[in-house]
């Protein structure tokens, strides 16, 4: 294949994969002339109402959370036609239009809004007959209900809307299930009393911290992205990593977290950085799929790293009660683990592969590109003094790091005015425009997650109606009192569940079924867990599922720009995670991992460097490769390494060597383990290459 076709062939999957990323967070609808300003205006309307609730407007939670749902469902059904797949008959091709917005767009959008909206409208009343609703309070409840339903199903595919009509139909019909899952049943009144004229509903906790949290932080990742920041972390970390062996994935590696610092949607990550590093996969010998996988493992990755965390680590902390600051501290070893691991992984299929670094005449100077980007860091450092030093909320800490932001991006356009001779005034007015794409692209960002909340939001108000107890005693059944059972059952769950669904919403669904339910049953088999380490086990599955085969979209973007085929890179891209699905069984055992008692900064890092080694020891195992082929007694030595290095306290409780220097001392004997098989494998590498 020519040079040129290589090329054509890498700009028709790139098309393919933005169209994914535009399928899956800005809509279907393609529209012109007037209306397609309608869109934009919203959605920009939407960023600017969200600025203004940390600084000028003082509004009431419930109005808050009411206005959100609004702006989400109604950019939903103008973005998104009923059906994706355009029909040929009259009546199909006009529900499928993408060119254009039908009456019944606009019917059904000013609908899902007034019965979105109608909780502020009459809240006095409404909270005055809370139990015994009116006739217009269930008319617009049944409304409510079916237009999120429709727009949780435009957005983001069938399985949230399918799994919220079944706890929907098992609250009415409960009492007909056999005696195990039996439920008591409830009222039409009752029911959506508290689904939607509450806060136990669609108007929970999930869509208050989507309201006043999550909002501001995407829109921060997306402002940052639209200035550039994307490709300037591609760039950087080029330049620190292409000269070594199997560089670019390396380079994948890092662009991808450091991008995952601000995005907390995968296919997005796949696209702003795999653009610029799947070519480069392949060209210095990578094959396709591996290319797109290696991609994809590290952008689905990126929903673990701090602060954003994929949205759900504010949620995290409302349900824990707890401070944001310890959910980020909680999740910040086990997040940098898997990003080690994972570029140690790229490290040994290159050297399995035989693969050199890049060319220097390739690589960007380190320096020049490290200070031609430098402000786009300053943001990121200010949010965190925000966070960290002056302890201000994080609603308050993003808003005002949005402005340093916006300042910033004046200031850099008049520079480069400047440099290039070109007018401030030409030069503020493309500032404006960056800022105006970042606030469109906030809102439409949004609409997806503002959606699955909501809807997970029917799901948990139909458990805290008395399923909470039930589910409890179902799973304690079917695990036959084995808490690994348990862990095992809830993280299929979550994998099965999220192959449809975005990790937001699969973390809250599994959330509100399994996650007090992994506490509850684990202090009755005599195992104490903290909360938010059974939060961060569902949480870490629901972001496996993003890969998971057959459907995972991360896989499909990665693909498309790779030419590779989707299951196959799918596979390959779950099998590197795999080293992410150890750990969450690991620190819910050894909760060191996740810093929960931990005061000392040397045994922080001893906890550190152990568990990476671990990870790089069990990355080993699972690629069956170190320096040379594993063979069968040192595959067998690498799972002891594994297992003792993140479980030191078992061990060391089992070998009766004490609480105090035990668990160091088997900590230090699994380092000498491995490093023994080091040794032996470099024997063997060294003859190999003699010969």
Same mark, same amino acid.
């Given at each position: 294949?020519?040079?040129?076709?290589?090329?054509?062939?890498?700009?028709?999957?790139?098309?393919?994969?933005?169209?994914?990323?535009?399928?899956?967070?800005?809509?279907?609808?393609?529209?012109?002339?007037?209306?397609?300003?309608?869109?934009?205006?919203?959605?920009?309307?939407?960023?600017?109402?969200?600025?203004?609730?940390?600084?000028?407007?003082?509004?009431?939670?419930?109005?808050?959370?009411?206005? $959100?749902?609004?702006?989400?469902?109604?950019?939903?059904?103008?973005?998104?036609?009923?059906?994706?797949?355009?029909?040929?008959?009259?009546?199909?091709?006009?529900?499928?239009?993408?060119?254009?917005?039908?009456?019944?767009?606009?019917?059904?959008?000013?609908?899902?809004?007034?019965?979105?909206?109608?909780?502020?409208?009459?809240?006095?009343?409404?909270?005055?007959?809370?139990?015994?609703?009116n006739t217009l309070d269930?008319?617009?409840?049944?409304?409510?209900?079916?237009?999120?339903?429709?727009?949780?199903?435009?957005?983001?595919?069938?399985?949230?809307?399918?799994?919220?009509?079944?706890?929907?139909?098992?609250?009415?019909?409960?009492?007909?299930?056999?005696?195990?899952?039996?439920?008591?049943?409830?009222?039409?009144?009752?029911?959506?009393?508290?689904?939607?004229?509450?806060?136990?509903?669609?108007?929970?906790?999930?869509?208050?911290?989507?309201?006043?949290?999550?909002?501001?932080?995407?829109?921060?990742?997306?402002?940052?992205?639209?200035?550039?920041?994307?490709?300037?972390?591609?760039?950087?970390?080029?330049?620190?990593?292409?000269?070594?062996?199997?560089?670019?994935?390396?380079?994948?590696?890092?662009?991808?977290?450091?991008?995952?610092?601000?995005?907390?949607?995968?296919?997005?990550?796949?696209?702003?950085?795999?653009?610029?590093?799947?070519?480069?996969?392949?060209?210095?010998?990578?094959?396709?799929?591996?290319?797109?996988?290696?991609?994809?493992?590290?952008?689905?990755?990126?929903?673990?790293?701090?602060?954003?965390?994929?949205?759900?680590?504010?949620?995290?902390?409302?349900?824990?009660?707890?401070?944001?600051?310890?959910?980020?501290?909680?999740?910040?070893?086990?997040?940098?683990?898997?990003?080690?691991?994972?570029?140690?992984?790229?490290?040994?299929?290159?050297?399995?592969?035989?693969?050199?670094?890049?060319?220097?005449?390739?690589?960007?100077?380190?320096?020049?590109?490290?200070?031609?980007?430098?402000?786009?860091?300053?943001?990121?450092?200010?949010?965190?003094?925000?966070?960290?030093?002056?302890? $201000?909320?994080?609603?308050?800490?993003?808003?005002?790091?949005?402005?340093?932001?916006?300042?910033?991006?004046?200031?850099?356009?008049?520079?480069?005015?400047?440099?290039?001779?070109?007018?401030?005034?030409?030069?503020?007015?493309?500032?404006?425009?960056?800022?105006?794409?970042?606030?469109?692209?906030?809102?439409?960002?949004?609409?997806?997650?503002?959606?699955?909340?909501?809807?997970?939001?029917?799901?948990?108000?139909?458990v805290t109606m008395g399923?909470?107890?039930?589910?409890?005693?179902?799973?304690?059944?079917?695990?036959?009192?084995?808490?690994?059972?348990?862990?095992?059952?809830?993280?299929?769950?979550?994998?099965?569940?999220?192959?449809?669904?975005?990790?937001?919403?699969?973390?809250?669904?599994?959330?509100?079924?399994?996650?007090?339910?992994?506490?509850?049953?684990?202090?009755?088999?005599?195992?104490?867990?903290?909360?938010?380490?059974? $939060?961060?086990?569902?949480?870490?599955?629901?972001?496996?599922?993003?890969?998971?085969?057959?459907?995972?979209?991360?896989?499909?973007?990665?693909?498309?720009?790779?030419?590779?085929?989707?299951?196959?890179?799918?596979?390959?891209?779950?099998?590197?995670?795999?080293?992410?699905?150890?750990?969450?069984?690991?620190?819910?055992?050894?909760?060191?991992?996740?810093?929960?008692?931990? $005061?000392?900064?040397?045994?922080?890092?001893?906890?550190?460097?152990?568990?990476?080694?671990?990870?790089?020891?069990?990355?080993?195992?699972?690629?069956?490769?170190?320096?040379?082929?594993?063979?069968?007694?040192?595959?067998?030595?690498?799972?002891?390494?594994?297992?003792?290095?993140?479980?030191?306290?078992?061990?060391?409780?089992?070998?009766?060597?004490?609480?105090?220097w035990g668990p160091f001392?088997?900590?230090?004997?699994?380092?000498?383990?491995?490093?023994?098989?080091?040794?032996?494998?470099?024997?063997?590498?060294?003859?190999?290459?003699?010969?």
């Open positions: 294949m020519s040079e040129q076709e290589t090329k054509l062939e890498a700009a028709e999957g790139l098309e393919q994969a933005q169209e994914l990323v535009k399928a899956s967070e800005e809509g279907l609808k393609s529209l012109s002339g007037p209306t397609k300003w309608l869109v934009p205006v919203i959605a920009a309307a939407w960023s600017l109402f969200q600025l203004a609730l940390p600084s000028v407007l003082i509004l009431n939670a419930i109005y808050i959370r009411a206005i $959100h749902l609004a702006f989400a469902i109604v950019l939903v059904f103008l973005s998104y036609p009923m059906f994706k797949k355009i029909g040929k008959g009259k009546i199909s091709s006009y529900l499928s239009a993408r060119d254009r917005l039908t009456l019944l767009d606009y019917v059904v959008a000013i609908l899902a809004a007034a019965s979105a909206m109608y909780i502020a409208y009459d809240y006095t009343g409404i909270a005055g007959r809370m139990g015994s609703p269930i008319v617009m409840g049944v409304i409510l209900l079916i237009t999120l339903l429709e727009a949780a199903r435009r957005s983001l595919g069938i399985a949230l809307p399918i799994v919220a009509i079944v706890f929907i139909l098992y609250s009415f019909y409960g009492p007909y299930m056999p005696d195990l899952i039996a439920f008591k049943g409830v009222s039409v009144n009752r029911f959506i009393g508290q689904i939607t004229m509450s806060t136990e509903g669609i108007y929970g906790i999930p869509l208050d911290v989507s309201a006043t949290i999550v909002f501001l932080f995407v829109l921060f990742g997306a402002m940052l992205e639209k200035a550039g920041a994307g490709e300037y972390f591609v760039h950087l970390a080029f330049s620190l990593l292409g000269r070594f062996r199997g560089g670019p994935a390396k380079a994948a590696v890092l662009a991808s977290g450091l991008t995952g610092l601000v995005s907390g949607s995968s296919i997005a990550n796949v696209v702003t950085t795999g653009t610029f590093t799947i070519p480069l996969m392949k060209r210095s010998g990578y094959p396709d799929y591996m290319a797109g996988s290696v991609e994809v493992a590290c952008s689905t990755n990126g929903q673990l790293m701090p602060p954003i965390m994929g949205a759900a680590a504010f949620i995290i902390a409302e349900y824990c009660n707890m401070p944001y600051l310890a959910v980020v501290k909680a999740a910040f070893i086990p997040a940098i683990i898997s990003y080690i691991a994972l570029m140690y992984i790229t490290h040994v299929e290159a050297t399995k592969l035989g693969l050199k670094g890049m060319k220097k005449e390739d690589i960007p100077p380190f320096w020049s590109t490290f200070f031609k980007g430098l402000h786009y860091i300053i943001p990121l450092f200010f949010l965190i003094y925000e966070l960290v030093v002056l302890r $201000h909320s994080p609603q308050l800490a993003a808003f005002y790091a949005i402005l340093v932001l916006v300042g910033l991006i004046v200031i850099q356009n008049l520079i480069q005015a400047k440099k290039n001779n070109i007018s401030f005034g030409l030069a503020f007015k493309d500032a404006l425009e960056i800022i105006w794409n970042a606030l469109v692209a906030g809102g439409k960002s949004m609409m997806g997650i503002g959606v699955a909340v909501a809807a997970a939001g029917i799901i948990v108000g139909v399923l909470g107890g039930i589910i409890t005693e179902v799973i304690d059944v079917i695990a036959q009192g084995n808490f690994v059972a348990i862990l095992v059952l809830t993280a299929i769950a979550s994998l099965i569940l999220g192959m449809g669904l975005p990790t937001t919403a699969t973390y809250i669904v599994l959330a509100s079924l399994t996650a007090s339910v992994i506490v509850t049953l684990g202090a009755k088999t005599g195992v104490v867990f903290p909360l938010v380490a059974a $939060h961060l086990f569902v949480f870490f599955f629901g972001i496996i599922a993003d890969d998971t085969p057959p459907v995972g979209l991360a896989a499909y973007a990665a693909a498309a720009i790779a030419g590779a085929d989707p299951i196959k890179t799918g596979v390959k891209g779950f099998s590197y995670d795999i080293r992410t699905a150890i750990l969450p069984f690991m620190f819910m055992y050894n909760t060191d991992l996740l810093l929960i008692n931990v $005061h000392s900064y040397w045994h922080a890092a001893w906890i550190f460097i152990t568990s990476t080694l671990a990870m790089f020891a069990f990355s080993n195992l699972t690629l069956n490769f170190f320096l040379v082929r594993n063979r069968i007694y040192e595959i067998l030595a690498l799972l002891v390494v594994t297992f003792v290095l993140l479980r030191p306290k078992y061990v060391a409780n089992f070998l009766d060597l004490g609480k105090g001392l088997v900590g230090v004997a699994g380092l000498a383990l491995y490093g023994f098989i080091y040794l032996g494998q470099r024997t063997r590498a060294r003859a190999v290459q003699a010969t």
